[in-house]
């Protein structure tokens, strides 16, 4: 696995696509670091914490590594599959930091992403 500190997490991040839901959130999807990833975001936090990536508004997340087709992390209300990489690890980071900041617009000039 690659040292963290040798790792540019998010030097190349791009949304592709975003698709709101009626019943809430925004469908993203992405790529970042020879990844792609798929992100439920919301505006507010989820009624039960136990459903949300910490405190990120992000119900689900799915990054997959493009180059194999691997899956390299997946959490649905709830952690499906751990983080298979130091760069996985990175990533989820990165996107758990910053990604409904970037999408809502929530924390101003300090946004992460």
Not at 16 to 45: M, Y
Not at 64 to 72: N, P, T, W
Not at 90 to 110: N, P, R
């Amino acid at each position: 696995m690659t040292d963290k500190t040798e790792f540019d997490v998010g030097h190349d991040f791009m949304i592709t696509k975003r698709e709101p839901r009626d019943i809430g959130g925004i469908w993203i999807s992405g790529r970042l670091n020879g990844r792609r990833f798929q992100a439920l975001v919301f505006q507010g936090h989820a009624d039960n914490a136990e459903w949300e990536l910490g405190e990120s508004r992000i119900s689900k997340l799915w990054v997959q590594r493009l180059a194999d087709k691997r899956e390299v992390y997946n959490w649905d209300r709830g952690l499906d599959v751990a983080p298979q990489t130091d760069e996985a690890q990175a990533i989820v980071g990165f996107l758990e930091c910053g990604l409904a900041d970037h999408i809502f617009g929530a924390c101003g000039d300090d946004g992460v992403l």
